[in-house]
């Protein structure tokens, strides 16, 4: 079975720096596409950063320049390194592999449960 286990949430003042860490245990984890989503209250969870198998990344618009997704795949762990966090960064962090599927062209997705990001004005 899959499991993902966050950490690294807390509470933090405007400018300031977080570093999330992401484990994915049950899986070939160099062969996963890892996710770092968030939730803020009263709104859709939303794609922060993603790492895939090739190497390459992806962030949204309004993270670009502040955050720094990574991977160790010795480690089976992604990291989203924020700097210059904004209040509007505030929310539940969320982090997914997509596993392949044996045999197909399928993937499943796996969420942890998520860990809480503040951050104040």
């Known amino acids: 079975q899959v499991q993902v286990v966050e950490s690294g949430g807390g509470l933090v003042q405007a400018g300031g720096s977080l570093r999330l860490s992401c484990a994915a245990s049950?899986?070939?984890?160099?062969?996963?596409?890892m996710g770092w989503y968030r939730q803020a209250p009263g709104k859709q969870r939303e794609l922060v950063a993603a790492?895939?198998?090739?190497?390459?990344?992806n962030y949204a618009d309004s993270v670009k320049g502040r955050f720094t997704i990574s991977r160790d795949n010795a480690k089976n762990t992604v990291y989203l390194q924020m700097n210059s966090l904004k209040p509007e960064d505030t929310g539940v962090y969320y982090c997914?592999?997509?596993?392949?599927?044996?045999?197909?062209?399928?993937?499943?997705?796996?969420w942890g449960q998520g860990t809480q990001v503040t951050v104040s004005s």
């Open positions: 997914c592999a997509d596993v392949p599927v044996a045999g197909t062209n399928l993937k499943n997705r796996y």
């Open positions: 049950g899986s070939i984890f160099s062969r996963n596409t």
């Open positions: 790492s895939t198998t090739g190497g390459s990344t």
